[in-house]
């Protein structure tokens, strides 16, 4: 009984060291600032607990700021060493972007995707040729294949992946086809909404957005200065808002005005020249306006109109004065003397048929790159102020440098073989280094 007694004691004596040792240790672990341990502390809890059910939301669901942060950190990271190895954009090169595409995921329906084959306007030769419309996604309005399939412009997926494909290019601006808000071109819907959002991806690679206007319905000098106002007033300050430096020294917006040859230069004149009463010059919505050169007679309208440039777009080379190729020179020189910009336009290629079945004299081949390659150097030998690409996506036209990719279909595809998708715009990418080069060499 004494054994027992004494081992009760012993036992009664450790646990009690036990506890003793074990209030210590946790003692020496409490944070000094624990609200546990300071007055102070009482008061504070309530505050970081409705804190914490801020971040929470109603649903005390965790707490993901930090981790969202951590994310979008590691995301900014990566996308800065992806452009890292590229190219510096090249914002001398401009490339023509339509955001007219749209797929029944983002818009309930394709959308250009499907455009109507054209009939020719003489009706005994229109009926010699197919009419209706295409069947998306495996027949689309294009003689290529898209690499990210019949997608939507408004897809931010595939604004990343243009905007990695310009990149890869080094272009540096897009002139984005326009129309006024709740207008559209005859076979699309309105696309303006679309621009802020391509705003925000442009500017996370570095790439600039000018604005190309197209000829809208009822398009005059009176509704032209609103929708200039418009686009700078909604637009003008955002940083990928692409703004060129006069020999002034003024940083101005830049307008493509596609078709411009459809207003008269008086028009024109009302809004462009400084003498008129109701002109945009020298007010806050002044910009550098750049007409389309098609007809050799339009040099004297342009210069009467009072545009501060002209470019020439068209990708056929020989379908127009202002696309034939001879001719660039000469241009050149005339843009000199009248203090206008010159801005040549190369592609591709070009082939329509899929939408205009009858247009076979337009079609130039591509030749594997060369018909590319022999246009930029035309354009390189007319030391232009700028070289604009006709185009990243016209896919209609077959113009666009955008990665194409073989198709399997009853539909039969032209593709990019024996070269590979990014094939043009490893071209443009040498192009523009070579510009870049060419241009430093004339300013010295």
């Known amino acids: ?40 502390g009482v008061e504070l809890l309530p505050v970081q607990k409705k804190e914490a059910e801020i971040r929470r939301g109603s649903d005390n669901k965790p707490d993901e700021t930090k981790m969202n942060e951590s994310a979008q950190s590691e995301k900014d990271a990566q996308l800065e060493a992806t452009l890292r190895r590229f190219p510096p954009p090249n914002y001398y090169v401009h490339a023509f972007y339509y955001t007219w595409f749209g797929s029944p995921k983002f818009d309930g329906k394709f959308i250009h995707w499907d455009h109507p084959q054209l009939p020719h306007w003489d009706k005994k030769v229109a009926q010699g040729y ?12 294009a003689n290529f294949y898209p690499a990210l399939g019949a997608y939507s412009s408004r897809d931010p997926s595939v604004i990343e992946a243009h905007m990695q494909q310009l990149r890869t290019a080094a272009i540096g601006v897009i002139a984005v086809s326009w129309y006024p808000p709740n207008m559209k071109d005859d076979n699309g819907e309105p696309t303006d909404d679309i621009v802020p959002l ?15 206007i197209e000829p809208y319905k009822g398009r005059d000098e009176v509704n032209m200065f609103t929708n200039v106002k418009y686009i700078i007033e909604k637009y003008g300050e955002h940083p990928a808002f692409f703004k060129y430096q006069t020999n002034t020294g003024k940083l101005l917006p830049f307008f493509y005005v596609y078709d411009s040859y459809l207003m008269n230069s008086e028009q024109w004149a009302k809004l462009l020249k400084h003498t ?45 004065y202002g696309s034939t190729q001879r001719h660039w020179d000469s241009i050149r020189a005339y843009c000199e003397d009248n203090n206008l910009i010159f801005i040549p336009s190369v592609g591709p290629g070009y082939i329509d048929t899929s939408v205009r079945p009858w247009n076979f004299q337009n ?10 390659e022999t246009s930029l150097s035309a354009a390189l030998e007319a030391k232009p102020d700028f070289i604009s690409i006709t185009s990243f996506n016209e896919w209609h036209e077959g113009t666009q440098i955008e990665m194409a990719v073989p198709k399997a279909s009853q539909t039969q595809y032209l593709d990019y073989l024996p070269n590979k998708p990014a094939i043009y715009l ?19």
């Open 198 to 212: 391509l705003l925000e991806v442009a500017h996370k690679f570095h790439i600039k957005v000018a604005f190309h």
């Open 363 to 372: 079609t130039r081949n591509r030749i594997n790159g060369k018909y590319y």
């Open 276 to 320: 008129e009463s109701n002109s945009i010059r020298d007010t806050p919505y002044d910009a550098i306006f750049i007409a389309l050169l098609v007809e050799e007679k339009h040099k004297r309208d342009i210069v009467t109109a009072g545009f501060d440039g002209v470019y020439t777009y068209f990708a056929t080379n020989g379908f127009s």
């Open 1 to 40: 009984m004494a054994r027992f007694r004494r081992k009760s004691c012993i036992t009664l004596i450790a646990l009690v060291l036990l506890v003793l040792i074990v209030t210590v240790v946790l003692k020496a672990f409490t944070p000094e600032d624990s609200p546990s341990r300071s007055p102070a």
């Open 130 to 141: 197919p009419q209706g419309r295409h069947s998306p996604p495996d027949d689309i309005g």
């Open 426 to 444: 490893e071209i443009t990418r040498k192009w523009a280094v070579i510009f870049g080069g060419e241009r430093r060499k004339w300013q010295q």
